[in-house]
């Protein structure tokens, strides 16, 4: 049966266009730096978000007005949502999706049931990718809802909760491999504390990288070859979060050695939670080489907690694929949108109309962003007040050709110190330039 019967399939229209069901930036067949944009954005929908988000908050009820939930049984629910779903990729025209297990089929009375109902709606799911172009970009578990995880899952102090999580990942890389996903990503929701006075920080962050290591065992095992992800969220649920940011989740697979085997999957809502900017982390993690794929959101400047809504900041987007660009595209990632319509936002039609208004964003930013590489507009800023450091003193201290008696002599030899401009607000106002022309540019 159709879900979405007055949606029809989502077209390129131009800057000029007022259709709210299609798109004005994103055309999936243009070219940047020689790849489409369906190639090089590789937009996902988050399955969580997406078909199982009921737009609830603490104050009401939730409002989401949802064909697939005239089923009140909770399998029959489960089965239809995977027909809305592929029902919604292929009029939307996305190449990817990605989901938690708990998403797609109902938790049993026990983990021999919840298995069970997973593989009854796996089965349906890949019937269905035999027929479709969307894929797997990827997968992982909810270990973290369930009341038993209260105390947290690999970082619980009840061992038997550690074996219930690695049974639940153990059954998710299986999943894994049968859909083809492309990435396993690791969120650890619980995966944190309240109070030292009743942590053992350190057998916990033990038990987190032994986890950790006997996942990526398991995977090589069965031969899953996916790219193994963290995603770094602070605050929420716990006061103190082992995944902070990604210098906190570097500085941890660094201690481990597992730097080698993951990445970070980033999510800009997280980043702002942080104190940071989206393109801090996404640099960070850049710069280190560790930028995996991206949970395409933002958050609200006014509230101080995840609010998860769809891209629309020109400046985030353009910022973001200015970076992701720089890095070379996301290789195996993608730009997954971990995004949630308003609880005003109710009605099945919103769903498209949201990710239409992300997937734009990222197009315009990804426009905006590659012209100020191929100008070099960014870089030569860069280059120019950082040229102290390319000859004299400067370049003896990058090559390490110096020291700390050299440098005084140096120093005392100074008549004055002339410091630049930074030229903020003039960067700012090229940037503006460059959103504002490629707008006018279509």
């Known amino acids: 049966m159709a879900y979405f019967d007055n949606i029809s399939k989502i077209k390129f229209e131009g800057a000029k266009s007022k259709d709210p069901l299609a798109f004005k930036f994103y055309n999936p067949e ?11 954005l ?4 988050a399955y969580w978000h997406t078909f199982a988000e ?11 007005q949802r064909p697939w939930d ?13 027909e809305a779903a592929f029902e919604f990729f292929e009029k939307l025209g996305v190449p990817y999706f990605a989901f938690h297990d708990v998403d797609i089929a109902p938790e049993g009375s026990n983990l021999k049931e919840t298995f069970e109902n997973q593989d009854i709606i796996v089965d349906m799911i890949e019937d269905y990718m035999k027929d479709s172009k969307t894929k797997l970009l990827w997968n992982t ?25 690695a049974a639940k990942v153990k059954k998710a890389l299986e999943v894994g491999k049968r859909l083809g996903s492309e990435n396993y990503v690791f969120w650890g929701g619980r995966e944190g504390y309240e109070s030292l006075l009743n942590t053992n920080m350190g057998l916990e962050l033990d038990n987190l990288a032994r986890f950790f290591h006997m996942a990526k065992d398991y995977a090589n095992e069965i031969g899953f070859d996916a790219q193994f992800l963290i995603e770094p969220k602070p605050k929420e ?9 990604v210098a906190h989740g570097f500085a941890f697979l660094q201690k481990y050695g597992l730097d080698d085997v993951f990445k970070f999957n980033i999510e800009a809502n997280h980043a702002t939670l942080a104190g940071h900017t989206f393109e801090h982390e996404l640099h960070y993690a850049r710069i280190n080489g560790m930028l995996g794929s991206v949970d395409a959101n933002q958050g609200h400047p006014l509230l101080g907690w995840d609010t998860d809504e769809f891209p629309s900041d020109l400046y985030a987007t353009t910022l973001a694929m200015f970076e992701i660009l720089k890095n070379g595209g ?37 426009k905006v962003a590659q012209r100020l590489i191929d100008e070099k507009v960014l870089d030569s800023i860069l280059d120019n007040r950082y040229s102290s450091f390319n000859d004299g003193i400067g370049k003896d201290i990058v090559e390490g050709n110096t020291d700390f008696k050299q440098l005084q002599d140096y120093a005392l030899g100074l008549e004055k110190i002339d410091n630049e401009s930074g030229n903020l607000e003039v960067i700012k106002g090229l940037l503006n330039q460059y959103i504002v022309t490629t707008i006018a540019e279509g």
Do not use: C
Not at 42 to 45: G, I, K, L, Q, T
Not at 237 to 245: A, E, L, N, R
């Open 30 to 40: 243009e070219k940047i730096n020689g790849q489409t944009m369906e190639e090089s």
């Open 42 to 45: 590789r937009f996902a929908v």
């Open 54 to 64: 009921e737009l609830g908050d603490p104050f009401g009820a939730g409002t989401a």
């Open 70 to 82: 005239k089923f009140t049984d909770p399998m029959d629910k489960a089965k239809a949502r995977v």
């Open 141 to 165: 578990v909810n270990n973290f809802s369930n009341p038993m995880f209260v105390h947290g899952a690999a970082t619980s102090n009840n061992a038997d909760v550690f074996a219930y999580a």
């Open 237 to 245: 649920p716990t006061s103190h979060q082992y995944d902070f940011d």
């Open 330 to 366: 996301l290789g195996r990632g993608g730009l997954n949108f971990d995004s949630k319509v308003r609880r005003t936002s109710f009605k099945p039609e919103d769903l498209f109309k949201a990710h239409i208004v992300g997937m734009d964003s990222f197009a315009l930013g990804a």
